[in-house]
């Protein structure tokens, strides 16, 4: 099992990032994904979660309207869309898919620095 992000970076505030979560190793479409963030020094946090069937989702209040998420069953993979970014958005970004078994499979996270 793998998830593997992508598209981390630093970017200027105002700026926007996209970033990729591709899966293998178990059945993607069945799988609710989400994106967390880790900043330093604080809590690991939920960003935003789309559910396997139906693609339902929902966001932290602190990125609604400005993230997207997003997901491709075809490519196995999660996107979350970042615009309008803050230096508050610094930190590191994972991915983490959940099964109806429970399993939990996290990926090894992606840098996201916003700075000007």
């Known amino acids: 099992v793998q998830l593997v992000e992508s598209g981390g970076g630093l970017v200027q505030p105002g700026g926007s990032l996209r970033l990729s979560c591709a899966a293998s190793?178990?059945?993607?479409?069945?799988?609710?994904m989400s994106w967390y963030r880790q900043a330093p020094g604080k809590e690991r946090e939920l960003v935003a979660v789309?559910?396997?069937?139906?693609?339902?989702?929902n966001y932290a209040d602190s990125v609604k309207g400005r993230f997207t998420i997003s997901r491709d069953n075809v490519k196995n993979t999660v996107y979350l869309q970042m615009n309008s970014l803050k230096p508050e958005d610094t930190a590191v970004y994972y991915c983490?898919?959940?099964?109806?078994?429970?399993?939990?499979?996290w990926g090894q996270g992606t840098q996201v620095t916003v700075s000007s």
């Open positions: 190793g178990f059945t993607f479409s069945t799988y609710t």
């Open positions: 983490r898919g959940t099964g109806y078994l429970g399993n939990d499979y």
């Open positions: 789309i559910s396997s069937v139906g693609g339902r989702t």
